[in-house]
């Protein structure tokens, strides 16, 4: 392996981040659904050729998407090897979420990048589709049994062999969405972003040659290696658990838990998740790659020094039980897999605060809060919208938590209410932050929201929620209060009603004129709420983000005297 000296490294890593970054940026700009192009549910990166681990992943993508990504390369490494026919020009698709992770609809292409003949690396591109099927517009249904209902399942097949784009692929792709024209141009969007990274590739080998990229991209992985353990030194050795839980599985309610424990011994770690609830019949399982890639986004929060590399990973160990709902068997369902990796965050989060609490913040809302609202135009054109929705973030050691962030699984956006009303028949009635949200604390967390949504069709509209939070609420650290529970509701001729299960339900049936509202959770508190400056909740209740009520009741009565 030749040797490569430190700035070059650098220049090359850098180099290779912006490839990421390009793809990344081209498909935002010509995917057709808004979950894309305003949201960014999307990633792009470079995997190694043998293994299919992250080498590099662009920034403006999921998290989540460096370690599942790897688990979808490795998918297609295999099938290449078994049918014995990759090709420089062959591209692969899928979206079978027991091999690839996260959900039915992240549709995953993997494209094999050959130099002078030779197998070179992997790039791969994932973008969550508008529709893809199932029993529910836009895939989120919560009371799914197996994954048939949520969505289409696609194992790995070849979309192009030798650059020939299979057309009967794209056929029974186009075939089973409700929205083939947005799934049309996601997909031409994605292969774009494909088109691109080789191109950037090929540029940069020109350049530095296939040797010296190759040694770099090797450096890279044991650089974040070192880079984690000598982390991990740094840090008391000793074992700390945390649990906490889902409101349901959108079938039964009853909750379920969440357990981990956390081990450090030198410049190693264990994350044990043995004690988690067994599989479920709803679709709050995730498959194991899942499980993976969300111990690493939560390592990730810890340590945000740390670069996308699978390098990271290898002195963790992730310990995840057979029989979990954390290690979910094909074909149970997972289309809500948002919901339980954000209480795995939780956990880590918590449990972590234990061994070394100026690493952590409280915990966040913890819930996407997916909304379809579907329906037919008078002309009879199908029409599905659906978005995920903000809340507060946790306070951290030294600030009070964002107001109204998106969840901290991802780099994604909030889909602006203008594209929204512009793009679907509905008006945002509100959209607001939500006074008395947040958790108590010496730094209290950021403010959940509200948002209030009139259907304007007049052929009326049904309406499904993915949720969490409406039983559990979030939890605050070293001290710090809970956040609000999260509260759906949606107007029917009798008033406004609530689901039976508090955060999940499908087939709400709204006429023209009635609305949803969602007033989403806050933030956990950090710190306890007796050091508070009295200033800082004066200021909280002048600005409306804090009654006076709830102000003398979590901080006492010192904040009336400083604000006056």
Known sequence: MTEIDPITLSVLAGRMEQIADEMDAALFRAAFNPIIAEAHDASHGLYHRDTGDTLVQGKSGLPIFVGVMSFAVKAVIEKAARDGDLQDGDIYIFNDCHIGGTHLSDMRLVRPYFRDGALFCYLASVGHWHDVGGAVPGNYNPAATEVFQEAFVLPPVKLARAGVLQQDIVDILLRNTRLPQSAQGDLNGQLGALDLGVRRMDEMLDEYGAETVAAALEALGHRAEALMRGELAELPDGRWEAEDFLDNDGITDTPLKIKVALEIAGDRMVLDFTGSSPQCAGPVNIALPTTVATAYVAIKHIFPMLPANAGVMRPIDVVVPEGSLLAAQFPAPTGGYTETILRMIDVVFSAFAQAAPGRVVANAYGTIN????????????????????????????????????????????????????????VMFRQWALRPDSAGAGAHRGGMGAVYEIEVLEENGAEGFLFGERGRFAPKGIAGGGDAALNIFSFEQD?????????????????????????????????????????????????????????????YGTDWREAGA
């Open 370 to 425: 997916a909304l379809s609202l579907a329906g037919r135009r008078k002309d009879g054109r199908p029409w599905v919208m659906f978005s995920f929705y903000g809340g507060g973030h946790g306070g951290s050691p030294e600030s009070d938590g964002l107001n109204h962030g998106n969840a901290p699984i991802s780099t994604a956006t909030i889909p602006p209410m203008e594209i929204l009303e512009a793009a679907y028949p």
């Open 494 to 554: 009798s008033g406004w009603e609530h689901p039976p299960l508090a955060s999940k339900m499908r087939g709400i049936k709204l006429r023209q004129g009635q609305a949803v509202r969602l007033e989403t959770p806050g933030g956990g508190g950090y710190g306890t709420a007796a050091t508070r400056d009295a200033r800082a909740v004066a200021r909280d209740v002048a600005r409306g983000l804090l009654t006076a009520e709830t102000a003398d009741r979590d």
